[in-house]
């Protein structure tokens, strides 16, 4: 028997509703056992592998949340749902206040590791500091351990605050340029060369930085993995219309579009929604460049 179109979404809906009401009557923390942990993480990657599809990205979050809760904020787990955080929110959600909200779940998520931390109950013990130097403080003393939670919070506060008044961006750029120094001083190549993508969207962003600086990070990051899409993206909505470089702009943003977006598979789902935003770009390229 051959379904229709409608029918298959339809199906794949009540899939999607079912799952999220199994979820929410799960048991407490306090009564998960181990196989309850072993099942939110195996289901969590499981819809995680098929995150180009919004449910299966969105159940995913679901269940690496669930994972987290019972986990006692393991780093490992708690990076799979800050990053799932980032991508729901980025690449899956378009209604402006739930991508803030998710941005911003990611971002208390992190931060809420970095705190339960050793390093920041040493420094929050030992000190009258403000809870912005502890958390500056704790920052530039984290082990390597804690690069994909710094990296996941710069990645969620960032988006965030991408598009919001000077005044909401300038509270935190202390506390953002030390985590992107910490990074790039722990591990500059994590994710694709991330941190040095981040720090060039960060010195265009914020006023008063070098614009030449900013395109130097991104171009260390493009050189190093030309196949992580969202460098060029980033490169050309941001740092080619401030500097008003049309050329460059159309440039990366057509090479995107060629490019062929399985080239790293970890990153597939992200290259593709990529591809998609170039296209978007590309057609604004007037407006943008009024």
Not at 183 to 198: K, Q, T, W
Request: charged residues 20%; contains cysteine.
């Amino acid at each position: 028997m051959r379904f229709t179109t409608i029918q298959l979404k339809f199906s794949a809906s009540i899939v999607f509703i079912s799952v999220l009401f199994i979820l929410s009557c799960s048991t407490t923390q306090s009564n998960i056992t181990k196989n309850d942990l072993k099942f939110y993480i195996s289901q969590g990657d499981l819809h995680w592998e098929q995150r180009e599809n919004p449910d299966q990205a969105r159940l995913a979050k679901e269940f690496y949340s669930k994972a987290f809760y019972a986990s006692e904020q393991r780093i490992d787990l708690s990076t799979k749902y800050i990053r799932s955080c980032y991508f729901l929110g980025h690449y899956i959600e378009t209604d402006a206040a739930i991508k803030d909200s998710i941005f911003q779940e990611g971002a208390k998520i992190a931060m809420g590791v970095i705190h339960h931390s050793s390093v920041f109950h040493s420094i929050s013990n030992t000190t009258n500091l403000s809870i912005n130097e502890i958390e500056i403080l704790t920052l530039q003393n984290l082990g390597s351990e804690y690069v994909p939670i710094i990296y996941w919070w710069v990645a969620n506060i960032g988006r965030y605050l991408i598009d919001k008044p000077i005044g909401d961006r300038l509270k935190y750029t202390e506390l953002v340029k030390t985590a992107l120094q910490r990074l790039i001083e722990l591990d500059p190549n994590y994710y694709y060369g991330g941190p040095y993508r981040l720090l060039g969207t960060f010195y265009v962003r914020v006023p008063g930085f070098d614009m030449e600086t900013a395109k130097s990070y991104f171009q260390t990051s493009l050189k190093a993995y030309p196949n992580c899409f969202s460098t060029s993206v980033l490169m050309a909505q941001y740092s080619c219309t401030k500097a008003v470089n049309r050329e460059q702009f159309r440039s990366l943003l057509e090479n995107v579009i060629k490019a062929n977006p399985n080239a790293i598979y970890d990153i597939a789902p992200e290259n593709k929604y990529e591809q998609s935003f170039a296209k978007q770009l590309l057609k604004m390229e007037f407006l943008l460049f009024e």
